[in-house]
């Protein structure tokens, strides 16, 4: 099994629903662009992981929310270095259509106060929803690891709850460390690097905004 180096996890740049939460009332949420900050945000790290890939190969998978597009777009890779699929399993977590500001503001209260990986919004999905999803990419990312040509370099272009959902699922942490846990920031990465004994760790931590509270020993 030809795994690779590096796996890449990238949040997506800032988004007009970052910075105007009544936009979810015009647009659906897939269709949600870049700011000009966001693309500036998403530059930078495309200096970044220019750098380190070099001139190594790049199997690509992005959301298919015109925000991750647009943000790999600004990454600058040389095409001729990447292979680009599209996974609808890393898009964002569905919070239904047509989204009413206040509705959703109530729904993220009772999330809040429910629990960020059980509660489900109404018409949408839950955090355990994209949980199980991800996983599924997983078991596809595993199996395309056996071709001996793989890239030595993975990346995803995604959202920041399926980023701790990815790194939950790869390092079987528990449901209360995943809600201990904050979300990146906008084109924020985090580095999942091989190691001599063939295990992965992360580059760096999730932020914590509060302290696990584990139900018994798992925790």
Known sequence: MARPRRIVLVRHGESTGNVDDTVYERQPDH???????????????GERLRELFGRERVSVYVSPYRRTHETLRAFHLDAGLIRVREEPRLREQDWGNWQERDDVRLQKAYRDAYGHFFYR????????????????????????FEAPDHPPNVLLVTHGLAMRLFCMR???WTVAEFESLSNPGNAEMRVLVLGDDGKYTL?????????????????
């Not at 919004?121 to 395309?144: C, K």
């Open 31 to 45: 269709a949600l662009a870049l700011t000009e900050r966001g693309r500036r945000q998403a530059e930078g790290t």
């Open 170 to 172: 790869w390092f079987h």
């Open 121 to 144: 919004f109404a018409q949408g999905e839950s955090g355990a929803d994209v949980y199980d999803r991800v996983g599924g990419f997983l078991e596809s990312l595993f199996r395309s």
């Open 203 to 219: 580059d760096r931590p999730f932020e914590r905004w509060r302290d696990p509270e584990p139900y018994g020993i798992t925790g």
